[in-house]
């Protein structure tokens, strides 16, 4: 469990780590709908694993998000169409990342760390992409260095970053994205305590209330339905 104590700042984390269940039997239970499809959905798999592995190895606190929390309320895994694997950080605990940031710590993964993480909104970053920077919206990208599949790392904040100093939002909320790059706040409680949980069989870390999380964002249709579906071998949005 973790949890976090706004008063002082602090974290702890319980990192006791257990064995993950086996993502070859996951990968029974989830569709597909063109040929593609499976190498893709075990690519992100394996990548989610691997990095599961290098933040207990490291301490790095993380909690899953976006559509791979929809995955997790709807299915307990990974949506068939989806294409990355997302996750929530600390802001400010981008900086435990950096020192990894391009280098060689691992023969199949890189780690990118924007080099604009510290600056807050999208609209303030730019693109790199000679260096491999092609996004603006995360902080870093944890890629497969063979196949390119990713775990996407996106900030979230303790305090409200068009407002920084409002004590309504300061360390009582946790403000990130919404599906329009639009900030959005919900209250810290819904977030933490961290909950260990299993998504297609892999244990990571999942937010203390995914479903008000996962409707706040995306609807109350969300917690119950996916949003595509298989027609002449592609996903199609319904």
């Known amino acids: 469990m973790v949890v976090y104590y706004p008063k002082n700042n602090t974290i702890y984390i319980d990192l006791t780590q257990t064995t993950n269940y086996s993502i070859e039997n996951a990968l029974e239970h989830i569709p597909i709908c063109n040929s593609d499809d499976r190498f893709r959905q075990r690519c992100l798999l394996t990548a989610l694993h691997a990095w599961t592995d290098f933040a207990h190895e490291h301490k790095i606190q993380y ?44 023969s199949a993964y890189e780690l990118k760390v924007h080099p604009q993480w510290s600056t807050v909104g999208y609209a303030n970053r730019s693109y790199f992409p000679l260096e491999g920077f092609t996004f603006v919206a995360p902080n870093a990208r944890f890629i497969d260095r063979k196949f390119r599949c990713y ?88």
């Not at 929390?69 to 981008?94: F, K, N, S």
């Not at 329009?180 to 203390?208: D, E, M, R, Y």
């Open 151 to 238: 775990v996407e790392i996106w900030p979230t904040y303790d305090f409200h970053p068009d407002d920084p100093t409002n004590i309504t939002y300061l360390k009582k909320t946790l403000t990130d994205y919404d599906r329009t790059f639009n900030w959005t706040s919900s209250p810290i409680q819904w977030t933490f305590p961290l909950q260990s949980c299993i998504f297609s069989g892999v244990k990571v870390w999942c937010p203390a209330m995914p479903e008000r999380l996962v409707t706040m964002v995306y609807g109350i249709e969300a917690n119950n339905k996916t949003d595509k579906k298989c027609v002449n071998e592609t996903w199609i949005s319904v």
């Open 63 to 106: 909690w899953i998000a976006y559509g791979t929390l929809i995955g997790y309320v709807q299915r307990d895994g990974l949506l068939p169409h989806d294409y990355d694997i997302d996750i929530l950080m600390l802001a400010q605990d981008t900086q435990y990342l950096v020192p990894f940031a391009d280098i060689n710590f691992s």
